[in-house]
């Protein structure tokens, strides 16, 4: 079993639309919780980071985490064709200055004009 | 500032090769880590370097190793390449401050290497 399993999608939306996305961890020491984006040919860009159970909001992003049930989500409100890209869902067991990052296999999302 | 920068870009090297993957850090970062994304997965852990030395590694055999240089630019080095050696290499840089808190990890574009 994977640490970190993410919905492997893919996954295309109309532009407007609200998008879902989901994985869930195994780790209880997993602490701290990220979701990264890839654009094509791109490294990944960190774009939400949490570490702890609870709603966190950034503008159209919300990060959910709930480590009860080890599950983890990232809702995109007014969806965009910028956002077609790769999500990461991340998770390390520390946020402190020597911490690796475990990786889902990403979900591939096109918003579509 | 400069972003974390990765060469080269693309390399295609044959079984049994070896190979030296480079990067330079973001500017103030002083912590390199490098993973592999094989194609359709997320990246894998592969080793971080702190002041020169590997600071933590995954599960990758010896023939993966790196330096960290004292400008803080590192280098990934592979030997007798296996197939299974083809993948996007990132490498990230982050800055390691002693009373830790967020450290956001920087990544490069990657280096796309094949093994054939």
């Known amino acids: 079993q994977k640490e970190v399993e993410q919905d492997p999608g893919p996954l295309s939306v109309p532009e407007g639309a609200i998008v879902s996305l989901n994985c869930t961890y195994s780790?209880?020491?997993?602490?701290?919780f990220m979701w990264y984006r890839q654009y094509s040919r791109k490294g990944p860009e960190l774009l939400m980071y949490t570490y702890s159970s609870g709603n966190k909001e950034d503008g159209r992003f919300t990060a959910q985490v709930d480590k009860s049930s080890k599950y983890i989500s990232l809702f995109i409100r007014d969806s965009q064709p910028s956002d077609s890209a790769t999500y990461l869902c991340v998770t390390s067991k520390s946020g402190g200055s020597n911490y690796k990052l475990t990786f889902g296999k990403g979900t591939l999302l096109t918003v579509n004009p | 500032e400069t972003g974390v920068t990765q060469s080269p870009t693309h390399l295609i090297k044959t079984r049994g090769q070896q190979v030296t993957l480079r990067c330079s850090s973001q500017s103030g970062h002083n912590t390199v880590s490098w993973y592999q994304q094989a194609l359709g997965q997320g990246p894998q852990f592969i080793f971080q370097?702190?002041?020169?030395?590997?600071?933590g590694r995954g599960n990758f055999p010896p023939r993966f190793s790196g330096l960290q240089f004292p400008n803080y630019s590192s280098e990934l080095n592979v030997n007798a390449l296996e197939l299974d050696d083809s993948a996007l290499y990132l490498c990230?840089?982050?800055?390691?401050?002693?009373?830790?808190?967020?450290?956001?990890?920087?990544f490069g574009p990657g280096t796309r290497l094949t093994v054939l």
């Open positions: 780790n209880s020491a997993f602490q701290y």
């Open positions: 370097y702190y002041r020169e030395e590997e600071n």
């Open positions: 990230a840089s982050s800055a390691t401050y002693r009373a830790g808190g967020d450290n956001e990890q920087f």
